[in-house]
Nanobody, 125 residues
Framework: EVQLVESGGGSVQAGGSLRLSCAPS????MAWFRQISGQAREGIAV???????SYADSVKGRFTISKDGAENTLYLQMSSLKPDDTAIYFC????????????????????????WGQGTQVTVS
């Protein structure tokens, strides 16, 4: 089974930036979720195979999801980080047809994705 491998988490001061990576990226739909302790997993950014992206309001304008085909890697560039962004971040992926053709943050659920990374901690202080 294909595994998604994440990297790039860490600790940063408020206002700083981090970039998360996840490989491989050749999926129909990929996403970044985050989970704060004791809360449900939140879908924050989604990107389709053609590059169309959508974002949760909580990160819009500060985070950018992208894919590099040559590197076969998904990225999440996070800027203007806030303490509220502290969470474990997960990348997720699905093939076309798994849970339908949806590929958007609007009403996104973790149940829509079949493959997951191991999670990486992001701490903003």
């Amino acid at each position: 089974e294909v595994q998604l491998v994440e990297s790039g988490g860490g600790s940063v001061q408020a206002g700083g930036s981090l970039r998360l990576s996840c490989a491989p990226s050749g999926w129909y739909c990929m996403a970044w979720f985050r989970q704060i302790s004791g809360q449900a997993r939140e879908g924050i950014a989604v990107i389709g195979a053609g590059g169309s992206a959508s974002y949760a309001d909580s990160v819009k304008g500060r985070f950018t999801i992208s894919k590099d085909g040559a590197e076969n890697t998904l990225y999440l560039q996070m800027s203007s980080l806030k303490p509220d962004d502290t969470a474990i971040y997960f990348c997720a992926a699905k093939h076309r047809g798994y849970s339908g053709s949806r590929c958007t943050t609007v009403g996104v659920s973790s149940a829509e994705f079949s493959h997951w990374g191991q999670g990486t901690q992001v701490t903003v202080s």
